[in-house]
Every structure is written in C-alpha cells, then in structure tokens.
C-alpha cells in the first residue's frame, strides 16, 4: 500500500470553499459595523450641534423667531432651522424652541425646549 503525501484535490477545494465562506462573513460584518459606526458618528454630532443652538437661542433675548448660530466649518454638510411657538398659559411668556439639524438634507434630530420671558 502505497503512503499519502499530500492533499487531494477534493480537500483542498473543501478547504479554499470553507476560507471563502470564513472570509465573506467577516467582510460582511465589517460592512455592517462600518455602517453603524458612520450612523452613530452623524447622530452625535447633530445632538451636540442641536444643543449648541438651543444655548445659543437661550442667550438671546425673546423674540418670535430665532435665527440659528453659525455652523463651524468641520461640519460640512450640517444646516440647523429653529422654529419658536407660543405656549398657551396664564402669562402667555412661555415659548417652545425647536432645533432640527439636517446633514446633507436629511434631517438627523431634533431637540425641543423652552424659554421664558422674563
């Protein structure tokens, strides 16, 4: 009986098939993760943006509408909208600030408060 030296050809397709599942699995989760990585980046970049304005709104005095504070420059694609709205109560000086951020046009968050005069 002759001794084996090696691999037949049936093995070592098994063996490439197995590595080429291995290795699109792994691509595919990366893709995924990738993904995931880049929504969570935009989503915390427009709260901190969303409560930059709402500060910035808090720092003025009251008005009916409020134009947003400038967007630093790193943040390309970002654009900020703020609407104001009277809050119906006994003295009538209570508003509700709206801060939507939009990146690329989609909007991203939005972030609610209130102001009073006073």
Do not use: W
């Not at 009916?64 to 970002?78: C, F, K, L, Q, V």
């Amino acid at each position: 009986m002759k001794s084996r030296n090696g691999f037949t050809l049936i093995e070592v397709v098994i063996g490439l098939a197995l590595v080429a599942i291995v290795s699109v699995a792994f691509l595919g989760a990366l893709t995924t993760t990738s993904k995931v990585l880049f929504v969570a980046d935009e989503r915390e970049t427009a709260k901190n943006l969303a409560e930059t304005q709402m500060e910035y709104v808090r720092q003025l005095g009251y008005a009916t509408s409020y134009t947003p504070a400038p967007i630093p420059d790193e943040y390309t694609g970002y654009s900020a909208a703020i609407t104001a709205g009277s809050i119906t109560s006994r003295d009538g000086n209570i508003q509700k600030v709206t801060v939507t951020i939009q990146h690329h046009g989609e909007p991203v968050t939005t972030l609610e408060g209130y102001k009073v005069n006073g």
